[in-house]
């Protein structure tokens, strides 16, 4: 392995470890504010550092979009996942609303097939078949304890996935930075809307009011540490390529059980724990099975 790769992983996993710390800051704020606002709280403090960032090291050309519409239906999956997500860490264990997410992968796969034209292989197939079979532990005691709300972190799943497609469709269509960007400001309408239709629809827990100044703080700690947990899976992928970073993303769910049980004392059980594990190697079949395409000679 060369060192250009070893660095890559270590930054990707990196990246990855902080997006769970993220999401732990988040289920902080559990009775303390809506989760939809916190949710449009937190996008709308990424957008506007982004934005800061990108004016100062790109021209304004860089906020004008090749595809608006492609821009904006990035945005409405984006925005789509995050509310899901963020709801679903509000009410259920981190590790458990964690370990349903990681179904994308697999969403991804079967979704390539008709909105990509790319061909399902059998291994995909194989590959849902398993997930599915570690949903249903996952799923085994959160669906009666918690009902409907139990599938949220699938929902979540499902437009994470339709989001990543989105960006393979986009691709080269701007800098890092600007993509960043066009997908947070994309999320924002949808996020100010379903902010403020909980809070006019009558839930208690979806109620909006003047946020204390701890919960603006705490969705800036999430904005900061998920744009630098971006920017450093960035970099691993520039440096060890796609294929060699994308297990490295399940070092997400070991940080998300650590931090459930070290700082919510929350502890998944075995089935769950067991469900998770086999949700995990199908996104690992999925990535031996992946044709590997010859890494690019590094130059840093």
């Not at 990707?12 to 449009?40: C, H, N, Q, R, Y």
């Not at 909105?115 to 399902?120: A, F, P, Q, Y």
């Not at 208690?204 to 920017?231: F, K, N, Q």
Request: hydrophobic fraction near 60%.
């Amino acid at each position: 392995m060369q060192a250009s790769e070893r660095s890559g992983i270590l930054l990707a996993m990196s990246g990855f470890a902080l997006l769970s710390v993220g999401d732990a800051v988040i289920k902080t704020m559990a009775g303390e504010f809506s989760p939809l606002g916190v949710a449009a709280i937190r996008f709308a403090i990424g957008a506007i550092g982004l934005s800061i960032l990108l004016g100062a090291s790109e021209d304004r050309r860089a906020f004008r979009p090749t595809d608006p519409k492609l821009q904006a239906a990035r945005g409405f999956c984006l925005a789509a996942a995050s509310l899901c997500f963020f709801s679903a860490v509000f009410v259920m264990q981190l590790a458990t609303a964690m370990a349903l997410a990681f179904v994308s992968p697999v969403i991804v796969a079967l979704l390539s097939g008709p909105l990509l034209g790319e061909k399902v292989r059998p291994a995909v197939w194989l590959a849902s078949l398993v997930a599915l079979a570690g949903v249903a532990l996952v799923l085994r005691p959160n669906l009666a304890l918690l009902g409907w709300a139990a599938l949220l972190p699938l929902a979540s799943a499902f437009f994470f996935a339709l989001m990543i497609i989105a960006n393979r469709a986009s691709a080269g269509q701007g800098s890092a930075l600007s993509m960043q960007v066009f997908v947070q400001i994309g999320a924002m309408p949808l996020l100010l809307i379903a902010a403020f239709g909980g809070h006019f629809s009558g839930v208690e827990g979806l109620r909006l009011g003047p946020p204390d100044w701890t919960i603006v703080a705490r969705c800036a700690v999430v904005a900061v540490t998920a744009s630098t947990a971006h920017w450093l899976a960035y970099l691993g992928t520039q440096r060890a390529g796609a294929a060699t970073i994308a297990p490295t993303t399940y070092v997400q769910m070991l940080v998300a059980t650590f931090m459930g049980w070290w700082w919510f004392d929350d502890m998944p059980d075995l089935l769950t724990l067991i469900g998770a594990a086999v949700i995990i190697g199908a996104g690992l079949l999925l990535w031996w099975s992946t044709p590997r395409e010859p890494l690019a000679q590094s130059t840093d």
